[in-house]
């Protein structure tokens, strides 16, 4: 934690970071077509989670701590390098993008091209790396690194 | 085959995941599996009308593929590895104990046992160097099982060197004979004309590799160094299979090269003087397992000698050589491993009168130590026999009789230290005045005496029946060379082989019986392979440390100065090589909102350079970057605008809480980077930045691709936002690349600042 605490920050805090979360969401997905993207996605969230840590609170993702950002940084490589090969598997060429038309009830016709997975993983990586250098950078520097609320569990 | 090395890798995986905590149970199903190997090879290759190949591409472009063959050498092969293995993993269940590193050894030990089998079944160079590389990391992994001892871990990091500057040599060779001759198949090479001088060379770096994994001189000294591994380790790689795949890529190779003079020098010369050195070192040895390691090395030497000489005949009696070499040896490391256990030392001169306290260990000893020897009726007489009779009668030329000469004083040395081991572990020492005899504690279970026996009365049995063992290595030999036939006899008859056999049987056990049981004082040559392997990684590892304290200063200062420098000079000389380039028709700005940005920049930009605060510069710096996303978004760059406010805003947070653990203000001048140096710097490089990025947007020549990006993104990627289409399809590996480097960056920056924090957190304690 940085410095006393702040009313404002406290209040942003508790109103904000949902909306910038759900922001980041929209921006992601909404990139494909219009000013957005994964990385954009990923950096607004990496703001949301700026915004609690500057507030005091312990990173939280719902309801549970961060404990290992570099598990979501893994989990998001992983899913881009899936995207990126799976194509190999239907004998196309690497990244070749598929697009799906689904109908939705009430919602209409949906358009899903492959590609937006890749810029899920490449949102969560962005997510994980923004969290990774709070729980490093953040920590207070004379404490031990087994206390805090940004404890870091081995890994 | 394929399937036998697959369910050996299943096997030995589960031995390290699953069956981790019952090492035993995965013993007996690794003994299971190696019994199943030798009976599936002997049904399918023993009498085939047609020879199995099985034959897998992997890289087709270079004509790169997995190929097998089960022809007769392979079955022996195959056969040793898999019936020795099945002994020895039997032997090790007790040998072990209760051991912690038995479940690892268990699984590396079945890993090895399906490597060494790839390696023996290859058909090619290039599938036989795979498994040769594998065969070297299970040897490394072996060696220092025990990896809390240093001796054992420098020791497996030698064998390793080792071992894999020979793979290089062999890779080497087989990339050079892929590109001259075209192929690295044993038949494709043995058809081809490898007369040139490309395939020659070619073929002394395959032979080089064969020296470093059968330790030959002067590459000799890392087996030795490997018995800090297990006795059934010893036993199995660094005697019976694992140093023998020099053996059979000479085997699968003499026939094709060894008309080259160079090679049959080599292989004379490095192969007797391993001969003589390790026989030599044999007699000096104290410690039982040394003694077996130096003799194994001599052994070699011998068998490089008959293989690698590419003489039909010779590479016969080198075939059965291998079989009683590999017999014999095997028996003695589990021997001497049986005493060890029993008696907690195998230093022969704790020992005395061992002779009658273990009497089956030692008859089985015995008969394995006279089959080295060289005696009648020992299947070890038979083929020696064979060896003699086949360089008596040379083909005229020097080479075969130094040959001759090396094998006869060979010979003379492997009877005595025979005698000497023999003696030295179970006979009674008249003068024991001083030392303290080691005595049997408990006495080994039949695990570790059962093994012994048999393997050891193997030699004897094999002996009796020497012509009949004799026919059946036909088959082996002829699969190299068609006239490589022979017979093996108990009795020969009278004829001057026997006299030499017989000559030297006689000086070598009085050798070995005079010899003193504590030697004198070993003087070692001034130029020895092991001094210079020690002088070469001393000399690495010094280099490095140097290289590095100067590249790698530590100072901030230094680090970004040389960066930053060289991007000016490069820059700059390109800006210099065309000067005013760029500026002609050039527009500044196309509106007043850019206009305002930039000017907004350079502002931020020269407050930063004046800010004495730390904390301050960094906000202002942001300034910069928010100008800079001002002018993006004037330009019609919402992307990126976007994505420089969010980096920027988080780039921010990231250098205040890192700056709030330096001084808040700038220090002082440093003595070696005065502050005029670094105007000149930063101004040289902004300067040539700046020219350079004009100078770049006006060199545009080929039409831009943006415009096939605009048409293709809609119906190829299905997205209408070019900027992210180009980013997860268009240009997808560089995004993947990038995200890559992103993740590998973060990694860093926690593990490095958790190992500050740790040091920290040390040296407050420690206070």
């Known amino acids: 934690m940085i410095g006393r605490r702040s009313v404002i920050l406290d209040e942003a805090d508790r109103w904000l970071v949902p909306v910038i979360l759900m922001v980041s969401v929209y921006v992601t997905f909404r990139g494909h077509n219009a000013p957005g993207g994964g990385f954009a996605g990923g950096l607004i969230a990496g703001a949301a989670f700026v915004l609690q840590f500057l507030a005091g609170r312990p990173l939280r993702i719902g309801r549970s701590d961060v404990h290992r950002p570099t598990a979501i940084i893994g989990a998001g490589l992983a899913l881009s390098v899936c995207t990126t090969l799976a194509p190999l598997l239907f004998g196309d060429a690497l990244l070749e993008s598929a697009i799906w038309k689904i109908d939705v009830p009430l919602v209409g016709t949906v358009k899903v091209v492959s590609s937006a997975f890749f810029d899920l993983g490449v949102y969560l990586l962005v997510i994980g790396v923004v969290l990774a250098v709070l729980v490093a950078l953040g920590a207070d520097p004379d404490d031990d690194e087994s206390s805090g609320p940004m404890a870091v569990e081995a890994s | 085959m394929t399937s036998i090395i697959l369910v050996h890798a299943a096997l030995a995986a589960l031995a390290l995941t699953a069956l981790r905590s019952r090492p035993v149970a995965a013993a007996w199903l690794g003994c299971a599996l ?20 099985e034959r897998w591409t992997w890289v087709g472009e270079l004509g790169f593929s997995i190929s097998f063959r089960l022809d007769g050498f392979a079955v022996m092969m195959v056969l040793l590895v898999a019936v020795l293995g099945a002994f020895v993993l039997w032997y090790s269940i007790d040998y072990f104990e209760h051991d912690a590193t038995f479940a690892r050894f268990v699984g590396l030990f079945i890993a090895f046992a399906g490597a ?92 080089v590799g064969a020296f470093t ?33 020099g053996i059979v890529l000479m085997a699968r190779t003499s026939p094709i ?38 003799s194994t090395v001599s052994q070699l030497g011998f068998l490089t000698i008959l293989v690698g000489l590419g003489v039909p005949g010779a590479l016969y009696a080198g075939v059965a050589h291998l079989v009683a070499h590999a017999v014999f040896k095997a028996a003695l490391f589990l021997g001497v491993g049986a005493v060890d256990h029993a008696t907690g030392t195998r230093d022969i001169r704790r020992l005395s009168g061992l002779g009658r306290q273990m009497p089956v260990v030692a008859v089985s000893m015995g008969l394995a130590a006279a089959s080295m020897a060289g005696l009648i009726p020992l299947f070890g007489f038979a083929t020696k026999e064979k060896a003699l009779a086949v360089l008596l009668h040379p083909d005229g030329a020097a080479v075969g009789i130094v040959a001759l000469v090396f094998v006869v004083l060979g010979a003379v040395l492997s009877t005595a230290y025979s005698v000497r081991l023999f003696v030295g572990l179970f006979g009674t020492k008249p003068d024991r005045s001083g030392i303290e005899t080691a005595h049997v504690h408990h006495a080994p279970t039949a695990a570790l005496v059962v093994p012994v026996a048999v393997i050891g009365g193997a030699s004897l049995v094999a002996g009796l029946a020497a012509s009949t063992v004799g026919g059946w290595l036909d088959a082996p030999a002829a699969a190299q060379a068609a006239a490589a036939t022979g017979y093996l006899a108990l009795w020969p008859g009278v004829n001057t082989a026997l006299a030499v056999s017989l000559t030297v049987v006689a000086v070598g056990a009085v050798v070995g019986w005079r010899m003193p049981v504590e030697p004198g004082e070993h003087r070692s040559w001034p130029i020895t392979g092991e001094r210079a392997y020690q002088f070469l990684l001393d000399g690495l590892l010094d280099g490095s440390r140097r290289i590095t304290s100067v590249t790698q200063s530590g100072s901030l200062i230094a680090y970004l100065g040389v960066i930053v420098s060289v991007v000016a000079v490069v820059l700059g000389v390109g800006v210099l090589g065309d000067p005013g380039a760029g500026f002609v028709d050039r527009v500044l700005a196309d509106s007043a909102v850019q206009r305002a940005g930039a000017v907004l920049g350079v502002v931020w930009a020269i407050a930063v350079v004046a800010a004495r605060h730390r904390f301050v510069s960094a906000l202002l710096l942001g300034g910069v970057g928010f100008s800079c996303a001002v002018i993006f978004a004037a330009f019609g760059a919402p992307d990126l605008a976007l994505t420089q406010v969010m980096v920027e805003t988080l780039t921010i947070v990231v250098f205040l809480l890192v700056l709030r653990q330096m001084p808040r203000r700038f220090e002082a001048d440093s003595v070696w980077a005065p502050k005029l140096v670094r105007v000149a710097i930063s101004v040289a490089v902004g300067v040539s930045v700046s020219l350079f990025a004009v100078m770049v947007s006006g060199a545009r020549t080929a039409p831009s691709v943006g ?21 997860v399809d268009f240009r997808g590996f560089d995004t993947l690349g990038e995200i890559t480097v992103l993740a590998i960056a973060a990694l860093g920056v926690t593990n490095l600042v958790r190992m500050a924090r740790r040091q920290r957190t040390r040296a407050g304690g420690g206070a």
């Open chain 2, 116 to 207: 060494m089998t790839g390696l023996v079944l290859s058909d090619d160079l290039f599938s036989m160097f795979v498994f040769w590389e594998l065969t070297s990391v299970c040897s490394f992994l072996l060696i220092g099982l025990n990896d809390r001892s240093a001796q054992a871990r420098a020791s497996a990091l030698r064998a390793l060197l080792v071992t894999s500057a020979g793979g290089l040599s062999l890779l080497g060779g087989v990339a050079l004979l892929q590109s001259s001759v075209g192929t690295s198949s044993f038949a494709g090479l043995a058809a081809a004309d490898t007369t040139g001088t490309v395939a020659r060379a070619a073929a002394i770096l395959v032979l």
């Open chain 2, 707 to 727: 415009e096939t990006y605009a048409q293709l993104s809609e119906p190829e990627a299905g997205g209408r936002n070019i900027v992210n289409v180009i980013l």
């Open chain 2, 257 to 294: 090269f060894a008309g080259d003079p160079v090679w049959r020098w080599m292989v004379v010369v490095c192969g007797g003087t391993t001969m003589l050195l390790g026989g030599a070192r044999a007699l000096r040895q104290t410690d039982a397992k040394l003694l077996l390691a130096h």
């Open chain 2, 34 to 53: 190696l019994a199943a190997t030798a009976i599936a090879v002997a049904v399918m290759g023993i009498g085939a009308d047609d020879v199995p190949v």
């Open chain 2, 213 to 245: 994994k059968s330790a030959q001189f002067p590459f000799h000294f890392w087996l030795p160094g490997a018995m800090a591994a297990p006795t059934p380790v010893s036993a199995y790689l660094h005697s019976a299979t694992m140093v023998k795949a």
